[in-house]
């Protein structure tokens, strides 16, 4: 409002007073968004229950990557190293270049594979000799640490064991990679249900694969 | 002589008949307030009405500023806890979710699915049918 429309004194401090008291009004408004009740609490809460549904059937319905998973045209066999002596490591990636993984000859001569990225918060394993009884997989993230004949957890925070990268050796002494496996899954299991999806089932017939509670 | 409204101890009531607790009692402490509208304002007459020029706004009346409902606080705290601890449920349900669905359990994946709608559920009902809020 300009001066021209309110020449008077006493009309000019009517509008003073209606404006401070818009200006009040408008604080205490502002005071009041600024609180969280206990009520909006409840309200945001409600809401975050809500999202974690949606999460819950994302999750289900198999938005995140998992190992294992791989299309069976991307798990084509692939030759990790020509050879590999006992309490030798080789790291490698499969099924495709962004899937780090690891091959191990153990001191007894078992050959094992794993995925190394941890199933924690996915960082970098490495392989850790001098730990445990026959060496251990080891992630300097958080401490958390596999051992390394079924890869299961044996120390710190990993929720799940490393998911293993099923190997073959062949008479030659080269060592191939020849599948991939879900965490805490067998190798047999992980070939079985590998061997089936690759044959949809025609040549082999389903195969009821070992423990195959799993679904 | 003062105006009876200003001589409140006449007006005092000496029975203790309200067991209410005295903080959730409806009405004012002066108990002149207390009064009938009749008696604290003998010029309006019961004709009067909301037609009466002298009757700018129809007041708080007696029981304003007091909890109507006390224990609607209590109620509000509870279902928040009821909330909160059905949301922890469900953190702790996505985890197993999460964790088999890695393990190839698919299956089980959707029963944690089923128990976060579930959970919801429970949520909302604690959020939306509280006791009316005034
Ligand atoms: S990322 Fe490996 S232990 Fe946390």
């Not at chain 2, 999460?98 to 949520?123: K, N, R, Y």
Request: aromatic letters at 6%.
């Amino acid at each position: 409002m300009t001066d021209e429309q309110h020449p008077g004194d006493a009309d000019g401090s009517a509008v003073d007073e209606t404006a401070a008291e818009e200006r009040s009004r408008l604080q205490d408004r502002l005071s009041a968004d600024s609180l969280t009740s206990r009520r909006d609490y409840l309200r945001v809460m409600a809401t975050v229950s809500g999202g974690l549904v949606v999460g819950s059937v994302a999750v289900s319905a198999g938005v995140l990557p998992r190992h294992g998973d791989a299309a069976a045209a991307d798990v084509q066999p692939l030759k990790v190293v020509d050879r590999l002596r006992r309490g030798q490591a080789v790291t490698f990636a499969y099924p495709t270049e962004h899937d780090r993984a690891i091959a191990i000859r153990l001191q007894d001569g078992t050959l094992v594979g794993y995925s190394t990225v941890c199933t924690h918060l996915a960082c970098g394993v490495l392989w850790r000799e001098d730990r445990g009884a026959e060496g251990e997989l080891y992630c300097p993230c958080h401490e958390g640490a596999f051992e390394p004949r079924e890869g299961a957890v044996v120390q710190g925070p990993p929720p799940r064991g490393l998911p293993k990268v099923l190997l073959a050796e062949r008479t030659d002494g080269s060592v191939w990679a020849i599948g991939t496996a879900y965490s805490d899954e067998s190798r047999l299991h992980a070939a079985c249900r590998e061997l089936n999806a690759k044959d949809s089932g025609v040549r082999l017939g389903h195969v009821a694969c070992p423990n195959s509670a799993r679904s | 002589m003062a105006h009876p409204a200003d001589r409140p101890e006449e007006f005092r009531s000496d029975s203790a008949l309200g067991a209410a607790a005295p903080w959730s009692a409806p009405g004012s402490v002066q108990p002149r307030l207390n009064r009938p509208v009749a008696d604290r304002y003998p010029q309006i007459r019961p004709t009067s009405g909301y037609g009466d020029s002298r009757i700018r706004r129809s007041g708080p009346g007696p029981g304003a500023g007091t909890d109507h409902d006390p224990e609607r606080s209590a109620m509000l705290t509870g279902r928040l806890v009821v909330v909160l601890s059905v949301v922890v449920g469900q953190l702790w349900a996505l985890g197993v979710g999460v964790d088999a669905w890695m393990q190839g359990h698919t299956s089980t994946a959707w029963w944690c699915t089923g128990f976060e709608g579930l959970s919801f559920l429970i949520a909302l009902a604690a959020w939306r049918f509280g006791p009316t809020d005034h």
